[in-house]
């Protein structure tokens, strides 16, 4: 005779028995607690626990008092704690083709992360989960247990949007030593970042124009756009910077009538 395995559920929740009698018969009564069986001949019967009922103690007996081997018995026990809140998890926002960096706060315990609102496939034990690489809107679930007892599942959507394009440079390319231009970008949804180099490189503006510092040597800028956490790819502008002309002359001259 098997009872089945010890449980630990929510305050209050039915129970579903996985209890088990082989050999000589395969019939049995439970008795125990103070709620009820929806069948006390079935080993894998739902129990009801009682009003206020905390835990409860649970025996299974196979019902051949009369054999050789005489009647046997098992026992199991169920718990009965308050269900946890379910965790709190933000939603988040990223580019096509970028991960997402989920985290769970609270309430503590245990999470998991599954790929559905109920069963499907754990994806993370922990209360950080970093999806992988996205490129539709896709939507999480986590749960938590604390003391035996798990929540229920918080939805976490993942939104996914668009790159947005390179922008389009204009202003003058070629000026006199000496001397400042000021480049605009256009064309692009968001904010604009202008740049040093191609890549990293020194953060020089955030508005749509910039202007330079007086150049006296050749010189290049980037600029990318940047729309609900999608940047994209750099733009480039060449300045070429002309040397100021040198006039030689003398000061005073002499000629003949």
Known sequence: VSAGPNQTVPTGSTVQLAGNISGGTTTGTW?????????????????????????????????????????????????????PNSPTAADATICSGNSANLAATAP???????DA???????????AFTTPVLTTNTSYYVETTVKGVTSNRTKV????TSATSAPTISGDTEICQGTSTTLTASGSAGTYRWYSSATDGNLLSTSS??????????????????S???????AQINITVTTKPNVISAATGVLCS
């Open 117 to 127: 609102p109920s069963g499907g496939n754990l994806l993370q034990t922990g209360p």
């Open 209 to 226: 124009t910039y202007t330079t510092p007086a150049l006296n040597y050749n010189i290049t800028y980037y600029v990318q756009a940047v």
């Open 228 to 234: 609900t956490n999608c940047t994209s790819a750099r």
């Open 157 to 160: 959507t993942v939104t996914v």
């Open 31 to 83: 008795s125990g607690g103070t709620g009820t069986f929806s069948n006390t001949s079935d080993p894998k019967a739902t129990y009801t626990p009682g009003p206020g009922e905390t835990s409860a103690v649970l025996t299974l007996t196979s019902s051949d008092p009369a054999g050789p081997c005489g009647a046997k018995s098992a026992s199991v026990t169920i718990t009965f704690g308050t269900q």
């Open 108 to 114: 503590g315990g245990t999470y998991r992360w599954y």
